[in-house]
């Protein structure tokens, strides 16, 4: 018997990954986001699904038995190359610690939850210290295989000032309703490319609704 999947959209922003999910099975979503702009705007682009404006990371602790499948975006910025790099002596970034909440999170879903999981991450300056499967410019741990190839999209961002222009047209989403304090171009570039969302919820659901698995590669990719 196919199932309604009861989801936890974590940090969820304007949902990127979200988009597509429809597409794939029944679902009911609560999407957990801190920022009340992109919490607003969320709503409104899915009116269906419950939208609660918290802090994500606890929100996971209180609530992970209630959902068959959880998808984590947990902020990614002091574990990218990109600021490591801006970063190094004579730079004008301070060094930070890298946030640890992404492997509490792993730590804890891999340990703790009967479901499916996807915490999906930047490939990091460093070693990662958990192995996960790697896919485009996009490291996901999951406690299911991936297909070896979530997304044949692809974008070319050259100008910076049309930057934001070209990932409306990539996200299908008018970046410009939102009013937030966070920069626009920031919050376009980190949305997951809604295929590779759609990709990844499909293998879960076949797994959830235990449906015959198809092959998609004898093994996860290595970093």
């Given amino acids: 018997m196919i199932k309604k999947i009861k989801i ?3 940090y969820a922003s304007l949902g990127g990954n979200r988009y597509k999910w429809d597409e794939v099975a029944d679902i009911e979503v609560t999407a957990v986001e801190l ?10 682009r899915f009116p269906n699904d419950k939208v609660i404006i918290a802090d994500a990371h606890k929100y996971l602790l209180d609530h992970f038995k209630e959902f068959d499948f959880i998808w984590s975006s947990v902020p990614c910025p002091s574990h990218s190359r990109a600021r490591f790099w801006s970063s190094k002596p004579n730079k004008k970034v301070k060094p930070v610690y890298p946030d640890m909440k992404l ?23 460093y070693d990662p210290l958990i192995p ?12 299911f295989k991936l297909p070896s190839n979530v997304s044949e999209r692809k974008i070319q961002i050259g100008s910076a000032i049309n930057e934001v222009k070209k990932l409306c047209k990539f996200h299908d989403y008018d970046f410009y309703k939102y009013k937030g304090k966070q920069r626009r171009d920031k919050i376009a570039r980190n949305l997951v490319d ?28 290595p970093f």
């Fill in 103 to 125: 492997y509490e999170e792993i730590i804890f879903l891999k340990h703790f939850f009967k479901g499916q999981y996807c915490i999906e991450n930047v490939i990091p300056f």
């Fill in 194 to 221: 809604y295929e590779a969302g759609k990709a990844i919820f499909q293998a879960a659901e076949r797994i959830i609704n235990q449906k015959p698995v198809e092959q998609i590669g004898l093994f996860s990719e």
């Fill in 8 to 10: 936890l959209n974590l």
């Fill in 132 to 143: 996960a499967q790697k896919r485009g410019r996009h490291l996901y741990l999951a406690n």
């Fill in 35 to 44: 920022d009340p702009f992109l919490a607003e705007l969320y709503q409104e």
